[in-house]
C-alpha cells in the first residue's frame, strides 16, 4: 500500500496553467480508471475535483481538467486564479480493494 | 444538501478505544458506500477503510486491520469507525466520506480530531 508519488510543491502566476503529476504502478493507476483528485484548503476538508481520470464533478469549474499516461495521472489547472491556492491529492483504487492516495503537492499561485 | 458531521474524537492513552460517529444527512445514506480517510496533523491524507451499502462488506488499510472496525446503521444514518488498540501514530484528523462510485469520495464532512498520548 505504497502512495502514489506526487510532487511536493508546483506553482504559477495568475492566468497560467500548471500540471500535477501523480505516479503509480500498473497495480493501482496503470490498472483502473478509477483515478481522483481534490483540493484542500487550509483547515478544510477535502474537495473532490476530478473523478474517473477525466470527469468533473458539477460546480468544479472547466478550467480543472484530469489525464492518465500509463501509470501516471495528471491535473491540469488552466488560468490560475488565487483560489486555486491549496493542497491538491490524487488517489486511485488499488487491487485487493482499497484506496491509495498521493503524498500531496502545495500549489501556489504567485 | 449533502451533509456529513463527524463526532467521537478526543484525546486517548495509548492502548485505548474510542468509537467515531458519522451522521448523514441529505441523501439516501443506504444507498451509499462510505469510507474513513485520516490525516496526521501536518501530513497527507491516508485511507483507513470503507464499507458496502448493507455494511457486510469491509475494507481497511494493514495499518489498522485488526484494531479497528468499521460499521453502519442504515436506520440511523450513521456511520461508525471503532477504533482499539490506539497507537500514537493514529493521531489525526478523522473524516467520514461518501463514495459516489465504491473508490471515489464525492462528499467530506469536516473532521473529527484524534489524539493519542500518554
Known amino acids: 500500500q505504497s502512495a502514489l508519488t506526487q510532487p511536493p510543491s508546483a506553482s504559477g502566476s495568475p492566468g497560467q496553467s500548471v500540471t500535477i503529476s501523480c505516479t503509480g504502478t500498473s497495480s493501482d493507476i496503470g490498472g483502473y480508471q478509477y483515478v481522483s483528485w481534490y483540493q484542500q484548503h487550509p483547515g478544510k476538508a477535502p474537495k473532490l475535483m476530478i473523478y474517473e481520470v477525466t470527469k468533473r464533478p458539477s460546480g468544479v469549474p472547466d478550467r480543472f481538467s484530469g489525464s492518465k499516461s500509463g501509470n501516471t495521472a495528471s491535473l491540469t489547472v488552466s488560468g490560475l486564479q488565487a483560489e486555486d491556492e491549496a493542497d491538491y491529492y490524487c488517489s486511485s483504487f488499488v487491487g485487493s480493494n482499497i484506496v491509495v492516495f498521493g503524498g500531496g503537492t502545495k500549489l501556489t499561485v504567485l | ?118
Not at chain 2, 474524537?9 to 469510507?35: D, E, I, K, N, Y
Not at chain 2, 484494531?67 to 488498540?85: E, G, P, V
Not at chain 2, 467520514?96 to 489524539?115: E, F
Open chain 2, 1 to 118: 444538501e449533502v451533509q456529513l458531521g463527524e463526532s467521537g474524537g478526543g484525546l486517548v492513552q495509548p492502548g485505548g478505544s474510542l468509537r467515531l460517529s458519522c451522521a448523514a444527512s441529505g441523501f439516501t445514506f443506504s444507498s451509499h458506500w462510505m469510507h474513513w480517510v485520516r490525516q496526521a496533523p501536518g501530513k497527507g491524507l491516508v485511507w483507513v477503510s470503507r464499507i458496502r451499502t448493507d455494511g457486510k462488506y469491509t475494507d481497511y488499510a494493514d495499518s489498522v486491520k485488526g484494531r479497528f472496525t468499521i460499521s453502519r446503521d442504515n436506520a440511523k444514518n450513521t456511520l461508525y469507525l471503532q477504533m482499539n488498540s490506539l497507537r500514537a501514530e493514529d493521531t489525526a484528523v478523522y473524516y467520514c466520506a461518501r463514495a459516489s462510485s465504491a473508490p471515489t469520495m464525492d462528499y467530506w464532512g469536516q473532521g473529527t480530531l484524534v489524539t493519542v498520548s500518554s
